[in-house]
């Protein structure tokens, strides 16, 4: 066991005794910050009542730390600021540097910590949020126009703005890597689907409709908004953490200082790569759902797969699929964007990062899903 | 006065660290006397920061022996090295101070950890700690992202001697600080040593800082510690701690 210090600790402790009008205050032992706690109520606690004058004799006490000089020097502060002269300050020879360092050094009040509910601070938060509303609305502007017009830039003159290593660099990060995980979960979507779906229809001896269900289900909506929420999740956080790190470290205004577009560096490349390999990635995941489908099809209702793929043929077009693909750049230049764009907004401190890379994915998946619903009400008027 | 007499705070022995098979210390012996300051300088990648992590117990050294106030570090249990880093405080290269918390409360870390002090007594300490490390009052209440380079490391040794220990260990404190701020650091160790009657241990290069604050140096030079005071170490034959202190820089530092 390791002792706290090799001499022997002995426990402190302070009297007090009126003589007279004289207030006695001793103390004695180790005034340390471990023991702190023990002397800070009985000093608080020591009242001066009719006393004239208070004497402190610190002789005794065994040692002294910056913590128990700060009780000894706030007691003698408290008699004289109630109107009581305090004569006598001993301590020991060896700890009167201390005690002088910190009396005249400590001239502050102590911190509050000042808790307001009024009615004018609640004010002044509802004018504070509205200012930073309009201010991110337009922050949001402006970072929209600035990528869009380096986007037709880079359209224009694909030669200067395009860095096709860092864009086909993104499309693997984004796209090919996140097969397994969006493979899996698509897997796992079809059979859930098939499953409730031939439990409901088995009561009409319709299971067969199963297949168009989950067909035009998958195809038109959930396969193309469950990736696009997977890959929000993935990478759309992504961009987030990875430019928000790039903030911190500096190395935003280091590629601002060496002429480089920040824009065409890092942004075009993450909102273009996403924009070519979610498409892929939902066709993908369309497939892995149908496959998933068949499987549950096979074992629960026994419906084989020829006749899966002749059903499925009846119940979807080539439209069928196209409405749910057309769906995909639009969610993934929302995430890419997104995600970028709070990127940028990192601030030079790590708590930032983990603060905006939550808010990127929570914005993008709710743009998306808000995106869906716009897509639903536009093709039902189109009669798509 | 004989070191025997003396009370060692930090001893090393035999220490050997290497880093993917590169050899950085090579059986080091070092003694820190208790109430000095110590300088430990070095070129850069010498392995003056990797020193300093090696004696807290931020890294296990591959060889050797490690004591702090006379117990040995890389043998101590997890209880008893709680105990020994309540002793010494750190304060490293950019002050680490919790971005997510403001100065005082920073400052109250360590003292709401070991000990079982009312939060008005914890404010009081914070203020006076800041005062001793000569910040304003308006600080306690900023967070470390709001505070200039000089600031944050002021913050830094606030907290590092929050819990008032005998042993300070000093990662490059003077570097990155204008010259008027390093100097005002300088005083500001030397004081607090003083009153305080701190141990410390300084990684630096800054030779100005040396000169003002240390009493002896440690020059890691070929994987080993060379010893001495300013003086002596000007006159040792080594190129390296030659050029050192009497290259242009160090000759200016020494003559003003």
């Known amino acids: 066991m390791v002792n706290s210090d090799d001499a022997t600790d002995s426990s402190p402790w302070v009297h007090s005794e009126l003589q007279a009008r004289t207030l006695r205050v001793t103390a004695g032992g180790d005034w340390t910050v471990k023991h702190a706690s023990t002397l800070d109520v009985p000093l608080r606690a020591i009242d001066p009542g009719n006393a004239s004058d208070v004497e402190i004799h610190g002789k005794e006490i065994s040692r002294l730390d910056s913590t128990g000089g700060w009780l000894l020097v706030r007691t003698k502060k408290a008699f004289e600021d109630a109107g009581v002269r305090v004569p006598v300050f001993e301590v020991p020879e060896l700890y009167a540097p201390l005690l002088a360092a910190i009396e005249t050094e400590h001239v502050t009040q102590p911190v509050e910590i000042t808790a307001t509910h009024s009615l004018e601070s609640f004010l002044e938060g509802i004018g504070r949020a509205v200012f930073r509303f309009l201010a991110q609305g337009y922050g949001i502007l402006g970072y929209i126009g600035r990528v869009t017009l380096e986007w037709l830039e880079a359209v224009y003159h694909p030669r200067g703005n395009l860095r096709v290593t860092a864009l086909v660099h993104q499309i693997e990060q984004v796209g090919i890597n996140a097969l397994p995980i969006v493979g899996l979960l698509m897997f796992l979507m079809g059979i859930v689907l098939a499953y409730q779906g031939a439990d409901q229809l088995k009561r009409f001896d319709l299971e067969i409709l199963t297949i168009n269900a989950l067909g035009v289900g998958v195809l038109r909506e959930i396969g193309v908004l469950f990736t696009a929420i997977i890959i929000a999740g993935r990478s759309g956080s992504a961009f987030t953490a990875e430019i928000g790190t790039m903030k911190v470290n500096e190395e935003i205004d280091a590629m601002q200082t060496l002429g480089l577009n920040v824009v065409d560096v890092l942004i075009l490349p993450r909102v273009i790569g996403l924009v070519i390999a979610l498409p892929f990635l939902t066709f993908y995941a369309d497939i892995m759902a149908m496959i998933g489908g068949a499987v549950m099809c096979y074992f629960d209702l026994g419906i084989t797969i020829p006749e899966y793929v002749r059903q499925l043929h009846q119940a979807v077009t080539v439209n069928t699929l196209l409405v749910g693909l057309i769906k995909a750049p639009v969610f993934a230049y929302v995430i890419a964007m997104v995600g970028c764009y709070e990127g940028m907004n990192v601030e030079r401190n790590a708590a930032s990062v983990g603060k905006l890379t939550t808010r990127s994915v929570v914005e993008s998946v709710f743009l998306v899903i808000v995106l869906d619903a716009g897509f639903s009400v536009l093709f039902s008027i189109l009669g798509i | ?256």
């Open chain 2, 1 to 256: 006065m004989s070191s025997a007499e003396k009370d060692i705070v930090i001893r090393l022995r035999g220490l050997v660290n290497s880093i993917g098979g590169n050899v950085l210390h090579d059986h080091i012996d070092l003694d820190v006397y208790r109430g000095e300051v110590i300088g430990i300088v070095g070129g850069s990648g010498s392995g003056k920061s990797v020193l300093m992590r090696s004696i807290i117990g931020l890294m296990r050294p591959s060889e050797g022996q490690v004591e702090l106030f006379g117990h040995d570090v890389l043998k101590a249990n997890e209880a008893d090295l709680r105990l020994l880093q309540m002793r010494f405080g750190v304060l490293f290269q950019e002050g680490a101070l919790f971005s997510s918390h403001t100065v005082a409360e920073n400052i109250q870390v360590p003292l709401r950890e070991y000990t079982t002090m009312s939060q008005e007594l914890m404010n009081e300490i914070a203020a006076m700690k800041l005062s001793m490390v000569g910040l304003p009052e308006d600080t306690a209440q900023k967070y470390p992202s709001e505070l200039s380079g000089g600031m944050k490391k002021r913050a830094g040794l606030a907290r590092a001697l929050a819990l008032d220990p005998e042993l300070v260990f000093l990662d490059e404190p003077t570097s990155g600080l204008d010259p008027i701020s390093a100097n005002l650091f300088d005083v500001l160790v030397r004081d607090l040593q003083k009153s305080l009657n701190l141990t410390v241990f300084m990684v630096t290069h800054d030779i100005d800082s040396l000169k003002a604050t240390t009493d002896r140096i440690a020059v890691l030079v070929n994987k080993k510690l060379t010893v001495g005071t300013i003086d002596s170490l000007r006159n040792n034959p080594d190129p390296w701690i030659q050029e050192y202190f009497s290259g242009a820089r160090g000759r200016a530092a020494l003559a003003s």
